[in-house]
């Protein structure tokens, strides 16, 4: 049978574009069916569901299309409850019809229930938007934490694949060495806890050739990353063992994205060639669509090259398979066994003393919970926070149900007299809340698939996997249960509600029976837990509100306003050596200064909240380091004339660098306030001179000329950074090269104004340089925050919807109360009662619920804030300024939403009260 | 030993969308689409199954051997997940007693003035 789709029909599929959500889901749906029946059946349906849809898509208008989609769904689900009945044969005679009786007494009463809802429109809407609105939030991030951090990696076996990183206790590094070629070399050789191993570095390259000249990013890496993977190429093969000791040149892999965009798809690529940084690379490989690592702006792969001999610097990233049952743990404790053959492998003295005196020591963790890393925490908190949101929903819903089960319990009643039994009314209580539920779920899904492309658009794009998110039968499955558990808990309401004295529906007058109190004090019972569940998502979102503003307030010591940056890379080809490569940032910063509208221009490796280190040990001059002794590790940038003045770091002692100092090789170097003051605590440094440590070969001693304000490496809330700036030029430097430059240009005009200009001045030096990440200095601030933005964003709407709907909740049931005490405020005031007795004894009734709810809500959310503890900045989790606000704004919310009904009550005139009885 | 060979009686009376079913593939094959197409037109747009029931009661035809896949036409279909049905000689002869069925009820219906085709 060839019910495999073919290449035409997945091209059908695509041109339904949006109606393709509700094909896939239609597929997922196809679960519920048995086995047998959706594999002889489910590919043609699929296929005839997309034809209808693009029919109703076509012919039909909004509500038309929902009702389609609706009415197929519950079609598809009757068809799978049926198929899974026994007994489904082509009836013959004489043969049994039971379940399909009775299941067309289910649809019968299915219809009785949509003609009864019908008849309540604002009932069903409230319910049915209430329950939307928490599902599809539900469903919402519960898809975002299911594709971030519940869903294995898209590797076979993944849960074998692990991250290998190193800490250096010695020099008070916890995590993030990562590795070098020489741990490699080690490691794969002599460890007996994996299958395979792999290291790799990305780094941007210039793509010329076919085409206009573009930068990505590469991954340079042993072939080994993919058999690590176990991922198969598209077309060709992937990187092979003897590409590796290669001379770095010659063959490279592409990305799926790359052989579209730039082949046209052309299956003939095996043996193009690109250029990349100049050089010709030959390719052997198209990977799949799918393939994105080590990220998705990977673009191409190519060998990774070194001398096995020397030990190399922690710059790779590695990642290694385990062997089946070895765990992460059991590896570790492999690798760090390993850790004294090392000596023996690199008898290089200072190379000793800095793996003894760092005391690096491997760390083995699983590749997943290496990528998932800290958005973890910020994805479960969020679902913790929308859970709250439906359970207020419900609570909210549940009153409704209890209000109306009150209004019908009449009709229970007689029904009830008449001989239906007590499942008869179950089923019927059933039937009608599974309809308003499961319709509250399709919009749900409806709405979260659109909150979905809201959230991956403006998400911080550094929530990993991010690329990865979508809904699938898992998140289905998610909204599913949702569904089932609040259909049961509706409907179970006016049944247990009605308990076993139904005839008292009969008896029971205006007047507050028992029963009637019972409801009266669930709908209080409610109120309590809602203003709780509000008030614990309300000190949340406080909380980050004021981490946030505490981060936006922090001074980043320099100026992000108008400044332009972007990068650019030289190639080696072209530019063999740093003085050419120098004179090529000197003379386009000249020219990007004579622009309209710049102020100032300045060129470095690194501009602050970059990320990357760049360290290297330094000595001062006449303190040599002890044997085994390391020095502190300092960043080390590279900048031009003028950079310091374009970003506008304040200048604490000292000069900044000139145009001379690079140009004579002064070796005038500045220094960060940080690393100023843990060399020469109170100290005047200026004159002091420093030396690379372990660089016997390197002459060179700096001589600190100026020392300016630290800037920030990683993030804002990081602790001060050990900066040393160091001129464009200079012989030695510590491997920062002068070829990659960012490059920051300060206007008075709207910055990205410049772009046009700025690229037009670089393609007039160098026709083949294209610019990279073009953002301004603001852009890159404000990202460094998103996070935090995110998370406080999303706490403060999933806040402001328990707040309203915890408002709506106790003005309803307030309202209510008092509308059913109506005879009784009736005799109160005939009897001599005051308005503001009247309004008092209601607004004490809401208060003291509210107080409740408040103490109750109070007790969690000083249990639950704890959890917030990583998420927030220079705020306690239990801030009692946070937890009073919140608790007054909720209180004096409470007593508002109580007042209105109050004056209500003391307006009743007491004749029509008592007449009315 | 074999079962009795299944007698058009045995599956009277149809139920409504598996006669509109036959009757739509009294045509020839069709595939699913075309099939519930069809009984939307000739039903007025009364008749108008969802993708499920539609397929289930393909299914229960099939598995009662009335109508059976149509391989030939499925080779010329422009989608390889488009499944093609056709009557089977069992499927045409049930087809026609249900019709037969039905009209001896209008007779009867005609005869005691309950349906008005006066003869």
């Not at chain 1, 464009?728 to 090269?737: A, C, P, Q």
């Amino acid at each position: 049978m060839s019910e495999r789709p073919t290449k035409r029909s997945r091209e059908n599929r695509g041109e339904l574009g949006a109606g393709a959500f509700w094909v896939r889901l239609y597929r997922a749906m196809l679960v519920l069916a048995p086995q047998s029946f959706r594999g002889a059946y489910g590919a043609a349906m699929v296929e005839t569901f997309a034809r209808r849809a693009a029919e109703a898509r076509r012919n039909k208008r909004l509500p038309g299309r929902l009702f389609f989609v609706g009415r197929e769904i519950l079609g598809l689900a009757l068809a799978a409850l049926r198929e899974r009945l026994p007994g489904r044969q082509m009836a013959r005679r004489g043969e049994k019809r039971r379940p399909g009786e009775r299941l067309s007494s289910v649809l019968r009463e299915t219809r009785h229930a949509i003609r009864r809802l019908a008849k309540r429109p604002g009932f069903t809407a409230a319910t049915v938007l209430t329950l939307g609105l928490a599902i599809g939030a539900n469903t919402a991030v519960f898809t975002l934490v299911d594709s971030v951090v519940l869903r294995p990696l898209p590797y076979p076996d993944s849960e074998r694949l692990v991250w290998l990183d190193h800490a250096a206790p010695g020099i008070g590094t916890e995590r993030g060495l990562d590795m070098t070629h020489g741990l490699y070399e080690l490691y794969r050789t002599e460890a007996r806890s994996f299958d395979e191993m792999a290291i790799w570095v990305t780094t941007d390259v210039t793509l010329t050739g076919t085409g206009q000249p573009e930068r990505l990013e590469a991954g340079v890496t042993t072939a080994s990353l993919f058999s690590a993977l176990r991922v198969p190429p598209r077309l060709g093969r992937t990187l092979a063992e003897n590409d590796d000791y290669s001379d770095g040149t010659g063959v490279v892999v592409i990305s799926h994205d790359l052989w579209v965009r730039r082949f046209g798809s052309d299956p003939k690529v095996i043996g193009r060639t690109i250029e990349a940084n100049g050089t010709p690379l030959e390719i052997v490989g198209v990977m799949s669509k799918d393939f994105a690592f080590p990220s998705p702006e990977t673009k191409l792969w190519a060998p990774l090259s070194y001398d096995a001999t020397s030990f190399g610097s922690f710059s790779r990233r590695g990642i290694g398979r385990l062997k089946p049952g070895v765990t992460a743990a059991e590896a570790e404790v492999d690798l760090r066994g390993l850790m004294p053959g090392l000596v023996d492998m690199y008898p290089v003295d200072q190379m000793k003393q800095v793996i003894e005196g760092a005391r690096v020591t491997p760390l083995v963790v699983g590749l997943k919970d290496h990528v998932v890393g800290d958005a973890r925490r910020t994805l479960w908190l969020l679902l913790g926070s929308v859970g709250f949101v439906l359970l207020i929903a419900c609570a909210n819903v549940g009153n409704l149900f209890l209000v109306r089960a009150e209004d019908r319990a009449r009709e229970v009643a007689v029904r009830a007299a008449l001989g239906a039994s007590r499942g008869d009314l179950v089923r019927h209580s059933l039937v009608e809340s599974t309809l308003l539920v499961g319709t509250g779920a399709l919009l749900g899904l409806l709405l979260a698939r659109w909150a979905i492309g809201a959230l991956v658009a403006l998400g911080p794009q550094n929530i990993p996997r991010l690329h990865q998110v979508g809904m699938d039968a898992g998140v289905l499955a998610f909204t599913l249960g949702l569904m089932v558990v609040a259909s049961l808990l509706f409907g179970a309401i006016p049944v247990l509600g009605s308990r076993s004295d139904l005839l008292s529906g009969l008896k029971e007058g205006a007047r507050g029976s028992t029963s009637g109190r019972v409801r009266l004090r669930a709908r209080t019972a409610l109120i309590v837990a809602q203003v709780s569940l509000a008030l614990v998502l309300l000190v949340g979102a406080g909380l980050m509100a004021r981490s946030f503003w505490n981060l936006t307030r922090i001074d980043p010591h320099f100026d992000a306003k108008s400044v332009l940056t972007f990068q650019l890379g030289l190639s080696g080809n072209d530019y063999p050596d740093r003085e050419s490569a120098v004179a090529f940032h000197q003379e386009l910063i000249e020219r990007l200064r004579s622009l309209p509208g710049v102020e100032a221009v300045g060129a470095t490796t690194c501009l602050p909240l970059c990320s990357a280190w760049n360290g290297s040990p330094i000595q001062e001059e006449g303190y040599p380091p002890e044997p085994g002794e390391v020095p502190p590790v300092v960043a080390l940038r590279r900048i031009s004339a003028g950079y310091i003045e374009a970003l506008r770091i304040p200048l604490l002692a000292g000069r900044t660098l000139k145009l001379s100092d690079q140009q004579n090789l002064t070796g005038a170097v500045l220094v960060s306030r940080a690393l100023a003051q843990l060399y020469w605590p109170g100290l005047d440094p200026i004159g002091k001179r420093i030396h690379h440590a372990f660089d016997a070969e390197d002459p060179d001693w700096y001589t600190i000329v100026g020392v300016v304000e630290d800037t920030p490496i990683r993030e804002l809330t990081e602790a001060p950074s050990r900066i040393l700036y160091m001129p464009l030029l200079h012989t030695s430097g510590g491997g920062v090269s002068p070829f990659f430059m960012s490059y920051a240009v300060r206007t008075s005009t709207p910055a990205l104004d410049l772009v046009p200009l700025v690229r037009a001045e670089v393609a007039s030096m160098d026709r083949g340089i294209p610019i990279a990440h073009v953002r301004t200095l603001g852009n890159i601030v404000s990202d460094s925050t998103i996070e935090m933005a995110f998370t406080m964003v999303m706490l403060v709407l999933a806040a402001s919807v328990a707040l309203i709907l915890g408002i709506v909740g106790i003005y309803s049931v307030i309202s209510y109360m008092v509308s059913r005490r109506q005879g009784e405020i009736g005799v109160r005031i005939a009897l001599g009662a005051e308005a503001t007795d009247i309004s008092h004894m209601v607004l004490r009734q809401g208060g003291i619920a509210a107080a409740a709810g408040l103490f109750l809500g109070l007790l969690v959310a000083l249990g639950l804030t704890r959890l917030m503890t990583a998420l927030v900045y220079d705020v306690s989790p239990t801030d009692p300024a946070t937890f009073a606000g919140v608790a007054a704004l909720l209180f004096g919310v409470a007593l508002l939403a109580s007042y209105l009904p109050a004056r209500r009550a003391a307006r009743v005139d007491p004749m029509e009260a008592l007449r009315s009885e | 030993m074999p079962p009795d060979r299944p007698q058009p009686s045995d599956f009277l009376p149809l139920s409504v969308l598996s006669f509109h079913v036959l009757l739509a593939l009294g045509g020839g094959p069709a595939h699913g689409y075309a099939v519930g197409k069809e009984i939307e037109r000739r039903s007025d747009g009364r008749l108008s199954p969802t993708t499920g029931a539609l397929y289930q009661a393909l299914k229960r035809l099939r598995e009662g051997g009335l109508i059976e896949r149509a391989p030939e036409a499925e080779a010329d279909s422009e989608d390889a997940r488009r499944q093609y049905f056709r009557l089977t000689p069992l499927g045409r002869q049930v087809a026609e007693a249900e019709a037969r069925r039905m009209d001896q009820l209008v007779r009867v219906a005609s005869d005691r003035k309950l349906y008005g085709r006066s003869s």
